[in-house]
């Protein structure tokens, strides 16, 4: 990107906070104007370690976390020694000089060392061993020349007024960094500009929680799990004022059937986890398809297989998604790219889930979930679609059918509570009543003829799904020379990529971007890949898990491949570096 | 009854003949709860029954009420769903020994922490039938089946005893061999503000051949009979220890009502979303999203 940006990181050990200084900065850059993207690497412990927080925002949207920082603050030695070296040119390194030493660091040319005793300085301001986080704050605010009213208004909307005295000390510890710079050199002299047009700054899995509250979501069941957990969190928090049930439960076997329950009964109902929660659900899923209940299931991926890097991003589900569940049934299975679309297709998702009366999977990974992102807002005049009930008031009119065989799969369906639509959701194949012809009548030729009736019915409402959905984008010119393949929070590096290229270099790069995975679209797909002159799949899995489905769908197979499993998000330099190869 | 007219028990059967082996403990489940119904005047169609996977899992198919026939091991999950989601509806679950006692065994402990009013009856036959025969989580030590040619080496299961260390409210047991009781206990239990469980001896005709009808004439006792009081916890504890224990002692088994608690609050009531009436009867989206906006500025 050559517009204007800024940098910012701070590590420590965990339990030092920087991801909550993070937070707060990421906050004062878009009360500034700004966009803001954040990306958290961190380790699964509670204390020690060592995490980092990096910041980075632009006047324009940010499509990732980016590469070197302008400003690091450094909470510990290890934060030096490991970040101080990749600190940029006339850049800024904030210390506590009383434990922090930078002797024998390399720094780049023109890297000011800002050092001073952050610790004994916060101590004017208060107790809390925090604080000296909002003093290293107060400094980088001034090296990038921000304004300290949005500081104050920042903690305010974090402590809220009911905290003012927490709010003034930090403010006061923030001046006090804030005056260390100004007497030392002042700012970097970025040139950014800023403007009181704040928007909004929050994480995917809050985008999901909002999306699901718009659609009128109103039951959780969920078992702790990173990083699916921050949509409990944020669930239970505003639970008893929008009028959710967030049950914390033993397992996430019971998350998926109490889910299911819910869904039945006539509520809309969701659950998440990650992969490896989710691989506890693929049983229950399949009951949710065979039943036909409506149940949203948010799958946040992390490295796997098994417990594998809990803290680190991956794409490695799809394939555990696409064959959740022994037998066939229909699914939807929707991928955001964005936290805009994280709203959205969380939205989308229940709708989609009582229409088709099925399981509907939302996946998105840990670099989408976890990262705070500035947006411009959210449209919350989502439609509220319950699809096909059965009439409320009278008697059914003769035998109810709750699984009427229909042209397009879906059946009227009702609620217990209901006088005369007594039925029996079944997870045993059953015929149009819900009765099971699983035990005396299978086998019988009348109740085979029932049972691929009842097959087909179930597995028509594919072809609604189809309908309702969208097919790929491709964004970026028409001919282009090279034409990306990504699905879900790929999106942003991989953009990234292409305007620099183009920008640079005068490469001439389209990508082709799936947000509905499946069911699949494979007369768009195939008329696109079609004029595509050459294909680059850019997956973060090791065996390229949708360009396999893509293949098995379209027949076409990517030319090219790139797969990332080391747990860490794509930098844009890594699909630069893979797109230059393949055009040369 | 709305319309003032009294249900039939007939109104509680559905059409459909159930598919259990002749003499099966079952059928005294069945007619039992379609009986409690009968004597509650509970609206058929206000009644959910959750079960999982067995024969005796079967038995929604057979009422005329709602009915959700769920995966094995699952149906307290799902029974907690429906309840959650509209607690003006009866929840029945319903399944076996291995069902509940087995696959579902963590479902089955947290359910009574949780003391979700949904009454719980557990068909217990000590053996797994529908997979024609292997030991179960209540199998008696030394039982032969065709898992443990050589007898069973493990120690069963004491429902009774976990239930009560579990927290849970109402705990019964009741058998196969004395329909009046059973309807009786079904009956209580579904009244009763809280998790019910009901572990009803029901034996297996086809699989189990030593704990017969005739193995538990010999032992069973009514609990009210000898006086027992369901409000004292330790004396509910030393008769449930009766049988099964590590003693293998197998001479007395109570039936009837163990343990009742009325003081402790369900959690329905606890959960302060359902004070405002049944999830299901909520409307749905926002009203008013830009103050839910206020904390991302």
Redesign the interface.
């Known amino acids: 990107m050559t517009q204007k940006e800024l940098v910012f990181r701070i590590g420590g050990a965990a339990g030092d906070g920087s991801a909550s200084t993070a937070e707060s900065f990421a906050k004062v850059c ?2 500034s104007g700004l966009y803001a993207f954040t990306y958290t690497s961190y380790q699964s412990v509670i204390r020690g370690g060592h995490s980092w927080v990096q910041v980075r925002a632009s006047e324009e949207p940010v499509l990732s976390q980016g590469e070197s920082p302008q400003v690091v603050i450094a909470l510990n030695q290890p934060t030096v020694d490991i970040h101080g070296p990749q600190v940029r040119e006339r850049g800024a390194v904030i210390y506590d000089s009383e434990t922090v030493k930078l002797d024998g660091i390399r720094l780049a040319e023109g890297v000011r060392s800002i050092g001073f005793p952050l610790a004994r300085v916060a101590r004017e301001y208060g107790n809390n061993a925090l604080m000296k986080n909002t003093v290293a704050l107060g400094a980088a605010v001034r090296l990038f020349d921000m304004d300290m009213r949005h500081v104050e208004s920042a903690f305010r ?1 974090i402590w809220g007024d009911k905290k003012e005295e927490v709010v003034q000390a930090n403010v006061k510890a923030a001046m006090a960094g804030h005056k260390y710079v100004e007497e030392h050199g002042g700012s970097l002299g970025l040139g950014l500009r800023y403007s009181d047009h ?1 928007r ?3 994480t995917g899995n ?1 985008a999901i929680c ?1 999306g699901a ?4 979501c ?2 959780l ?1 969920q078992y702790p799990m990173t990083p699916a957990s921050s949509i409990m969190h944020w669930m239970a928090d ?3 004022q ?4 967030v ?1 914390q ?3 996430e ?3 998926i ?13 969701m659950t998440a986890t990650s992969g490896g929660g989710f691989s506890l659900m693929v ?2 899923l399949g ?1 949710g398809g065979m ?1 036909e209940a409506p149940v949203v299931a948010v799958l946040v991926s992390r490295t796997g297989p098994s417990t594998g890097l809990p803290t680190k991003t991956e794409q490695g589900d799809l394939n555990l998604a696409l064959g959740a569940g022994q037998g066939d049934w229909p699914r939807a299975i929707l991928a955001p790219r964005n936290t805009d679309e994280c709203f959205r297709l969380a939205a989308e998702a229940f709708n989609l889930a009582e229409v088709y009366q099925t399981p509907v999977i939302l996946m998105s990974d840990l670099y989408l979930s976890e990262g705070y992102r500035t947006v411009d ?2 449209d ?1 005049n ?1 439609p ?1 679609i319950r699809g096909l009930l059965a009439q409320d008031g009278g008697e059914a009119e003769g035998r109810y059918l709750r699984y009427k065989i229909t042209e397009s799969g879906v059946s009227p369906r009702a ?14 194949e059953h015929d149009e009543k819900g ?2 012809i699983s ?2 009548l299978a086998g019988i030729p009348e109740y085979v003829e029932v049972r691929k009736r009842m097959m087909e019915k179930r597995m028509r409402k594919l072809d609604g799904l189809r309908r309702d959905t969208k097919g790929p984008e491709l964004w970026g010119p028409q001919d282009a020379d090279l034409t990306l393949i990504s699905w879900g929070s790929t999106q942003g590096p991989l953009r990234e990529a292409v305007l620099n290229l183009q920008e640079t270099e005068g490469l001439s790069v389209n990508s082709l971007e799936f947000s509905y995975l499946f069911p699949f679209h494979a007369e768009e797909t195939r008329a696109v890949l079609a004029r595509a002159k050459r294909t680059l799949a850019v997956e973060g899995n090791f065996t390229g898990q949708f360009s396999r489905l893509l293949t098995a769908e379209t027949g076409i197979r990517p030319d090219r491949f790139l797969g990332k499993y080391d747990g860490e998000p794509f930098a844009p330099s890594e699909i630069e570096a893979k797109i230059r190869e393949v055009l040369a | 009854m709305s319309d003032g007219r009294t249900i039939e028990l007939q109104e509680y059967k559905s059409e ?1 003949k159930p ?1 259990w082996c002749p003499g099966c403990g079952d059928f005294a489940v069945l007619n039992g709860l379609q009986r409690a119904l009968q004597t509650l005047q509970i ?4 009644v ?1 029954i ?1 079960s999982g ?1 067995g024969c005796s899992s ?1 038995i ?2 057979f009422l ?8 094995h ?2 149906s ?11 607690p ?2 009866t929840v029945i679950a319903a399944g076996g020994d291995g069902d509940g006692y087995g696959i579902g065994a ?2 089955f ?2 359910a009574m922490r949780r003391n979700l009013d949904i009454t719980y009856i557990v068909m217990n036959n000590q053996i797994y039938g529908l997979t024609t025969g292997q030991a179960s989580p209540t199998s008696e030590r030394e039982m032969k089946t065709k898992s443990t040619p050589e007898g069973v080496i493990e120690n069963p299961i004491n429902p009774i005893s976990l239930a009560l260390a579990a927290g849970a409210t109402y705990v019964a047991r009741g058998f196969s061999g004395d329909a009046k009781t059973l309807g009786d206990l079904f009956a209580k239990g579904i009244r009763h503000k809280g998790f019910a469980l009901v572990d009803v001896l029901s034996p297996c005709v086809t699989y189990n051949k030593q704990n017969t009808y005739d193995w538990f004439r010999q032992r069973v006792y009514s609990l009210e009979k000898e006086g027992h009081d369901p409000s004292d916890f330790h004396a509910a504890m030393r008769r449930a220890t009766e049988w099964p224990n590590l003693d293998q002692t197998r001479d007395r088994i109570g039936i009837g009502v163990f343990y009742e608690r009325t003081d402790i609050p369900t959690y329905e009531e606890l ?4 004070r ?1 009436g049944p ?2 009867k ?5 009203a008013n ?1 830009e103050e ?6």
Not at chain 1, 257 to 269: H, L, S, T
Not at chain 2, 271 to 274: C, I, K, N, Y
């Open positions: 878009t009360r909307t704040a909004l700054l929050l809050q909002l509250l718009a659609a009128g109103k039951f069941a505003h639970a008893p929008y009028g959710v049930v049950k439960v033993e397992d076997l019971a998350a059937n109490m889910a299911i329950g819910a869904g039945f009964a006539g509520v809309r109902a049983e229950g009951q039943v807002g959210f919350f989502v509220i609620l217990p509570g209901q006088k005369g639509f007594e039925h029996i959701a079944g997870s045993d009765e099971l035990d005396v | 459909i598919t609206k058929p169609w206000t959910t959750v996977i079967n929604p198919h005329s009420s709602y009915g959700f026939h769920s995966i091991g699952r307290i999950p799902v029974a907690s769903g429906i309840k959650l989601a509209n003006e509806l963590g479902h402990l947290h959960e302060p979303v359902l405002k999830l299901v909520q409307p749905l989206g926002l999203p839910l906006l206020e904390e991302f500025r």
